[in-house]
């Protein structure tokens, strides 16, 4: 069968993050910030339909199927994806993508990475490469720091820029709830803004770290202490940026949830929950208040860039 033989398409689930502990360390002379973070993965999901095509060509769509108000051209990190592969075996990137997004867009959760993660999956399966893991996750971290862990999903401590990982062996599975805002926030600028916080409070960025509490927490799979161990470093910048979101995050206080915070560079806000029934509250009061525009309810670990059909 030949590779543009359009009758081909591969179907991909890709799951979204939330950083458990995103523990950020000083600016490096590369721009980016040496970190620790636990990853996990939620089975918020985006899909990726790879087909056989003439040419390179992506759409992006809403779960209801509507065109999405992001660019789905060379700059768009899916699109690059293919590009990186195809390159990487010298063929050329002949695939018509499909995208259909439920991660949120600039929320924190890496939905861009995920659909990055998802094509370079779908586009191996699709041309029959089988790419060896070790080179897959090298072309990910070419593309961005969180797209290696995209690829793996589970639950992982991240180190570098993010992209060297290594997998947290936890027990059970954790409820949460997602308060999605209205508006993305800007990966570059909430680390700027970290990055400035300090500097005002002349309190120097220490080396990052891993909490042991938090380990203990995910060995045991013990959701209270998870709720008590959760942290993120770039929260008070998000805040900063976005000063609503602490309205948001009283919600937590308030319905009683194990723990709650920004989930990675925001502004996607993110509660631990006892279970379905107890998000399923935590989800109708985010709704009452009007301040956020969708509320998501998913749960963790989850496998990571997966083929399924
Ligand atoms: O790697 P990625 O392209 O996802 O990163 C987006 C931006 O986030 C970077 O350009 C940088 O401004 C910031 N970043 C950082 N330190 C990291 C990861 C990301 O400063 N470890």
Same mark, same amino acid.
């Given at each position: 069968?030949?590779?543009?033989?359009?009758?081909?398409?591969?179907?991909?689930? @890709?799951?979204?993050?939330?950083?458990? #502990?995103?523990?950020?360390?000083? *600016?490096?002379?590369?721009?980016?910030?040496?970190?620790?973070?636990?990853? /996990?993965?939620?089975?918020?999901?985006?899909?990726?339909?790879? *087909?056989?095509?003439?040419?390179?060509?992506?759409?992006?769509?809403?779960?209801?199927?509507?065109?999405?108000?992001?660019?789905?051209? /060379?700059?768009?990190?899916?699109?690059?994806?293919?590009?990186?592969? !195809?390159? /990487?075996?010298?063929?050329?990137?002949?695939?018509?993508?499909?995208?259909?997004?439920?991660?949120? @867009?600039?929320?924190?959760?890496?939905?861009?990475? !995920?659909?990055?993660?998802?094509?370079?999956?779908?586009?191996?399966? =699709?041309?029959?490469?089988?790419?060896?893991?070790?080179?897959?996750?090298?072309? !990910?971290?070419?593309?961005?720091?969180?797209?290696?862990?995209?690829?793996?999903?589970?639950?992982?401590?991240?180190?570098?820029?993010?992209?060297?990982?290594?997998? @947290?062996?936890? *027990?059970?599975?954790?409820?949460? @709830?997602?308060?999605?805002?209205?508006?993305?926030?800007?990966?570059?600028?909430?680390? +700027?803004?970290?990055?400035?916080? *300090?500097? #005002?409070?002349?309190?120097?960025?220490?080396?990052?770290?891993?909490?042991?509490?938090?380990? #203990?927490?995910?060995?045991?799979?013990?959701?209270?202490?998870?709720?008590?161990?959760?942290?993120?470093?770039?929260?008070?910048?998000?805040?900063?940026?976005?000063?609503?979101?602490?309205?948001?995050?009283?919600?937590?206080?308030?319905?009683?949830?194990?723990? #709650?915070?920004?989930?990675?560079?925001?502004?996607?806000?993110?509660? =631990?929950?006892?279970?379905?029934?107890?998000?399923?509250?935590?989800?109708?009061?985010?709704?009452? +208040?009007?301040?956020?525009?969708?509320?998501?309810? !998913?749960?963790?670990?989850?496998?990571?860039?997966?083929?399924?059909?």
């Amino acid at each position: 069968m030949s590779r543009s033989d359009s009758s081909r398409s591969i179907t991909v689930r @890709v799951p979204a993050k939330v950083n458990l #502990q995103l523990s950020v360390g000083p *600016r490096r002379a590369d721009g980016y910030h040496d970190l620790v973070t636990v990853f /996990h993965a939620v089975n918020l999901c985006d899909q990726v339909v790879a *087909r056989s095509a003439s040419e390179l060509a992506l759409s992006m769509v809403s779960t209801t199927g509507a065109p999405l108000d992001v660019p789905a051209d /060379h700059t768009n990190l899916a699109w690059r994806a293919a590009v990186a592969l !195809a390159e /990487h075996v010298g063929i050329d990137p002949e695939v018509s993508l499909m995208v259909t997004k439920e991660i949120p @867009v600039a929320g924190g959760m890496a939905g861009g990475s !995920a659909d990055a993660a998802g094509t370079l999956v779908a586009c191996d399966a =699709l041309w029959q490469l089988g790419t060896p893991r070790e080179e897959l996750h090298d072309i !990910a971290a070419s593309l961005g720091s969180d797209v290696p862990f995209a690829l793996n999903g589970g639950t992982a401590i991240g180190t570098g820029r993010g992209e060297v990982l290594t997998p @947290v062996l936890g *027990r059970g599975e954790f409820h949460w @709830v997602f308060a999605v805002a209205a508006e993305g926030l800007s990966t570059p600028a909430v680390y +700027t803004r970290c990055d400035e916080l *300090r500097a #005002q409070s002349s309190e120097p960025a220490t080396e990052p770290y891993v909490s042991d509490l938090l380990l #203990q927490a995910l060995r045991a799979g013990d959701a209270e202490l998870l709720g008590q161990a959760l942290s993120n470093d770039l929260q008070p910048a998000a805040l900063s940026l976005r000063p609503s979101l602490g309205q948001v995050l009283e919600v937590g206080e308030e319905y009683g949830a194990l723990g #709650q915070l920004v989930s990675g560079s925001g502004p996607t806000s993110a509660f =631990l929950d006892r279970d379905d029934h107890h998000g399923a509250n935590i989800a109708k009061a985010h709704m009452a +208040t009007g301040h956020v525009r969708a509320v998501k309810q !998913a749960r963790g670990p989850v496998a990571g860039a997966r083929v399924i059909g």
